[in-house]
């Protein structure tokens, strides 16, 4: 999952590094992460993993990173654990 994750952070999250350089638990928002660019990617989080975030996930904490994004999708698509 986390390598699905980062290609989908590399091409919506429009940080000025490539998620791969970055530790899981690095902060996104410190990496250049911007509100814009968070919605993009939980959109594309969405499409991808098949899941929706319910209201109570659609804050800054729960796509502050890498870590905090796989226990959300975790959280509401368990077999996204096999990805």
Not at 28 to 33: E, H, Q, S
Not at 34 to 41: D, I, K, M, N, R
Not at 43 to 49: G, I, S, T
């Amino acid at each position: 999952m986390m390598d699905t994750l980062r290609q989908l952070i590399d091409k919506h999250a429009r940080l000025p590094v490539a998620a791969g350089t970055l530790a899981p638990a690095q902060d996104l928002y410190a990496a250049g992460l911007t509100s814009f660019a968070a919605v993009q990617l939980m959109l594309a989080l969405e499409e991808a993993f098949d899941i929706e975030f319910p209201e109570r996930m659609l804050n800054r904490r729960s796509f502050a990173t890498m870590n905090s994004i796989t226990t959300c999708i975790n959280e509401l698509r368990p077999q996204a654990l096999a990805s």
